[in-house]
């Protein structure tokens, strides 16, 4: 769904009074829910860092001699726009024969305060470095390509052909989040209910396929 069509959905979930033509010039108490709409999308994608359906990977040539590698140096003008963070459990280097190896991520104190002058022939570690979100890896011998994930940051919905970059499964998150808000401009206690129980299902749906899965390493009992 586009959010004009979610906008329209959440506004019939409650009454079939009006009808939402357009997101982007809607006045009155249609500008009110398509304002909570945009609003509810934005403090979706910031609950949590590790969102898969913000998940970017792009490729990159390390350079041999050259450090450090800015946000915009990696992704380019354009992409850098919806840059949030760096990955830290990536990059992944591929040497001549096809074989992945990943880039260890250390902290930056940690990084400076290790020799990092002697020159290797493949990277196996990197830092990021705080004021800037710069990429620093270690010296290289030769050029090297890494493939490095980012997260990106809240997309804003705002023109009525917009898409949430969400699983289209998941689309209805947003109509129910709409039809809370629906509801109580219209003062309908059952609604409200019915879209926030829905809302709910619907949130632990999206969590339980796009948050990451965390390993659990066993332990042993003496």
Same mark, same amino acid.
Not at 212 to 217: E, F, G, K, M, S
């Given at each position: 769904?586009?959010? %004009?069509?979610?906008?329209?959905?959440?506004?019939?979930?409650?009454? %079939?009074?009006?009808?939402?033509?357009?997101?982007?010039?809607?006045?009155g108490y249609?500008?009110?829910?398509?304002?909570?709409?945009?609003?509810?999308?934005?403090?979706?994608?910031?609950?949590?860092?590790?969102?898969?359906?913000?998940?970017?990977?792009?490729?990159?040539?390390?350079?041999?001699?050259?450090?450090?590698?800015?946000?915009?140096?990696?992704?380019?003008?354009?992409?850098?726009?919806?840059?949030g963070h760096?990955?830290?459990?990536?990059?992944?280097?591929?040497?001549?024969?096809?074989?992945?190896?990943?880039?260890?991520?250390?902290?930056?104190?940690?990084?400076?305060?290790?020799?990092?002058?002697?020159?290797?022939?493949?990277?196996?570690?990197?830092?990021?470095?705080?004021?800037?979100?710069?990429?620093?890896?270690?010296?290289?011998?030769?050029?090297?390509?890494?493939?490095?994930?980012?997260?990106?940051?809240?997309?804003?919905?705002?023109?009525?052909?917009?898409?949430?970059?969400?699983?289209?499964?998941?689309?209805?998150?947003?109509?129910?989040?709409?039809?809370?808000?629906?509801?109580?401009?219209?003062?309908?206690?059952?609604?409200y209910t019915?879209?926030?129980?829905?809302?709910? %299902?619907?949130?632990?749906?999206?969590?339980?396929?796009?948050?990451?899965?965390?390993?659990?390493?066993?332990?042993?009992?003496?």
């Amino acid at each position: 769904m586009n959010f %004009l069509e979610i906008c329209q959905e959440s506004l019939e979930e409650v009454t %079939l009074q009006g009808e939402i033509v357009s997101a982007e010039d809607a006045v009155g108490y249609q500008h009110l829910i398509v304002r909570g709409i945009m609003r509810k999308w934005k403090q979706i994608q910031e609950n949590r860092p590790d969102w898969k359906f913000l998940r970017a990977e792009v490729d990159h040539t390390i350079t041999a001699g050259t450090q450090p590698y800015t946000p915009t140096d990696i992704l380019g003008a354009t992409n850098v726009l919806r840059f949030g963070h760096w990955e830290k459990n990536g990059p992944i280097f591929t040497d001549a024969s096809g074989n992945k190896s990943p880039v260890i991520f250390v902290s930056y104190d940690y990084w400076i305060r290790s020799d990092t002058d002697n020159k290797v022939d493949k990277p196996s570690t990197f830092t990021i470095k705080p004021q800037d979100n710069s990429l620093i890896f270690q010296n290289l011998n030769n050029d090297k390509d890494v493939k490095i994930t980012y997260y990106k940051s809240p997309q804003i919905l705002v023109r009525d052909a917009d898409v949430p970059e969400l699983p289209l499964e998941n689309h209805d998150l947003l109509v129910w989040a709409g039809a809370m808000v629906a509801a109580k401009i219209f003062e309908n206690a059952t609604a409200y209910t019915h879209a926030k129980e829905n809302y709910s %299902l619907a949130l632990g749906s999206l969590m339980r396929s796009q948050i990451p899965a965390r390993r659990i390493l066993p332990r042993s009992i003496a």
